[in-house]
């Protein structure tokens, strides 16, 4: 981790919704998902201010050999979003404790408000991670 990667770090993130990040998109294996309205997922929204998150602090890291992953997530789904919508994800890393990251994060359709809450990270070096997930499939 480099030292800039301190809390304070802003970034906005934009994303046209397609209808591939869609409720019926998010498993099409499952009849009640392809039975309800085509917004944008949950799940997808989810990942979406993952990515964000991911963005702001890229630069931070020594990447790719070091990255990091989702430990936590704590959000709302506020307002339904059709496809074809620009999404925006505004978030910032409020605390540095350890490899442990917390951001505020925050997302807008262009008319509503659609999330809010908190969401946790944590810094991995990829060579371990990797040979503890091989690991553990070998386990399998």
Known sequence: MKETLKP????????????SKTVPALYPESEEFLAMPEVFAT?????F???????AINPHLDWPQEQTV????DVSHEAATP???EVTATVELIAVEGKRLVFSVEAHDGM????RGRHE???IDKKKFDARLGAKMGGA
């Open 112 to 115: 509503d408000l659609i999330s």
């Open 70 to 73: 989702g430990t936590h997530i």
């Open 83 to 85: 496809p074809g919508l």
């Open 49 to 55: 201010l993952e990515w964000a998150c991911i963005k």
């Open 43 to 47: 799940g997808f929204l989810v990942g």
């Open 8 to 19: 304070g770090i802003r970034y906005e993130h934009k994303f046209i919704v397609p209808p």
């Open 121 to 123: 990270r944590f810094v």
